[in-house]
């Protein structure tokens, strides 16, 4: 039986979970309103829909007796991490319990030789980092926000990196899961590479928690690179940047981050962090290597972005330098909010092949400016992926239809480009509608048939990715 479209389980069974559950975990359960709402927080306009109580394990096994009780009561479980993600995929829409996994926050083994470890998912990527700083390892995914890794996983989590280290759909070897009938599946062995079955790794990284409860992550880690050369290329227009992005990949040429930013969001980026950047399209360029060979890389970089421009080319040589130029670019979420004060931010992206990048971004500035919308665009433009931070005036109805009008434009355009309805910020609610027009119902089904297969009651973050 699955759960009903318009409520929740009955109440005997919610109130008998919550006793049992507060008696157990005592200090690390809570009704309280204010933690609820936290844990149904959204960063973006999803409106909030709060669990009954949120649980905090400190263990798998603990992770077990939750799902178990749960499972045996017909209750749903929402697993949360930090609650960065921006497509509501941690509401509760029919209540239930919040299974809150930052506790679970440990390096469990390192094994350098082999370049892999195995975390817990409530650690973040920025703690796994500074844990493994003396190793000479680091983990590349970096989407800005100090995400949980359990949640990178849950997402298929990107980032500026990814266009050298790949997404988290690369960087994942192996999942210990909780499954929504309490067993504990683990998806695959340390070995790099295996033949052995389905690969059940990459089903679990994205299915954004609505499979399973990721309790144990294995992860690809990277050498430190022993140079790195970061600098900024100003160019006359956001088309220019992107078919210098483009050249750039094309040509081969190893790139480990390369983001452009538009006139607007510069702007913002200086209110905000207090930068002097030069107000115009903008690219920020990483190379991860030797001395030698970063150099080399730099030089030619600069001969193609001349080729489109761009110019001059700005190397920031100091690390503390680079680290104040790349969290500007991290914080151009918070930098947007200067732009209009009193206003809620839309975040949103989408992807497409990179060679639509240039004719995808400028046909959405002239949409922008033709719907007279406040919209800097951000983007890993590596991989033809860029976001919008849209600023909406959220007490006038005119303008939500506006905004709302616009972005279901941005995703039909992506999508006649052969695009993504999103790169990288998941499906969770707000996108579900439009995995019908990017996927033909074949391929729909299929998704079904596997929630079904794993979560037959609708249990396990019911109400996002895909309607069963």
């Not at 699955?2 to 559950?21: E, N, R, T």
């Not at 919040?98 to 975390?119: G, K």
């Amino acid at each position: 039986m699955s759960l009903p479209l318009s409520g929740k389980p009955a109440d005997s069974d919610l109130s008998f979970v919550i006793a049992a559950l507060t008696a157990r975990f005592e200090q690390r359960a809570s009704t309280v309103p204010g933690i609820r709402q936290t844990h149904a927080n959204s960063l973006t306009w999803v409106a909030p829909q709060l669990p009954d109580i949120v649980i905090f394990p400190d263990t798998t096994e603990e992770i077990v007796e939750i799902v178990k009780l749960c499972a045996a009561h017909r209750v749903p479980m929402i697993p949360f991490g930090t609650g960065t993600s921006f497509e509501g995929h941690v509401n509760a829409p029919w209540g239930g319990v919040c299974i809150d996994t930052s506790r679970m926050n440990r390096l469990l083994a390192v094994h350098a030789e082999d370049l892999d470890c195995v975390i817990q998912p409530g650690m973040t990527r920025k703690a796994l980092n500074e844990q493994l700083r003396d190793t000479g390892l680091f983990f590349p995914i970096d989407p800005g926000a100090d995400a949980s890794l359990g949640g990178m996983v849950s997402t298929r989590a990107s980032g500026t990196n990814a266009v050298r280290y790949g997404t988290m759909k690369d960087n994942v070897i192996s999942l210990q899961v909780v499954l929504p009938n309490g067993e504990v599946m683990t998806t695959a062995r340390r070995a790099k590479k295996s033949s052995a079955g389905y690969d059940l790794t990459r089903l679990m990284v994205g299915a954004e928690g609505t499979l399973g409860i990721i309790s144990e992550i294995t992860l690809r880690l990277a050498g430190i690179p022993e140079a790195i050369s970061a600098g900024i290329c100003p160019f006359p227009s956001v088309e220019a940047a992107c078919d210098a992005t483009i050249a750039t990949i094309q040509s081969g040429l190893p790139v480990a981050r390369i983001e452009l930013a538009d006139q607007l969001q510069v702007k913002a980026f200086n209110l905000y962090s207090n930068l002097t950047l030069p107000e115009t399209p903008m690219l920020f360029v990483e190379f991860h290597g030797t001395e030698h060979g970063v150099k080399e890389q730099a030089e030619r970089f600069g001969d193609i972005a001349s080729e489109f421009g761009g110019g001059p080319f700005e190397w920031a040589t100091k690390p503390e330098d680079r680290s104040r130029l790349w969290q500007a670019r991290h914080d151009a979420y918070w930098s947007a909010l200067a732009l209009r004060p009193g206003c809620k931010v839309i975040a949103t992206d989408v992807c497409v092949p990179i060679s639509r990048l240039a004719e995808c971004v400028v046909a959405t500035q002239d949409d922008i400016k033709a719907s007279g919308l406040v919209a800097p665009i951000v983007g890993h433009v590596g991989d033809g992926n860029f976001h919008l931070t849209l600023l909406c005036k959220m007490d006038d109805s005119s303008e939500i239809e506006t905004c709302r009008a616009f972005l279901h434009r941005l995703v039909e355009r992506s999508l006649a480009m052969e695009g993504t309805c999103t790169g990288e910020h998941g499906v969770g609610q707000e996108k579900m509608k439009y995995l019908l027009k990017e996927h033909p119902p074949a391929t729909l089904d299929a998704m079904r048939a596997i929630k079904r297969a794993f979560d037959p009651l609708n249990l396990m973050n019911p109400g996002k990715v895909v309607a069963v």
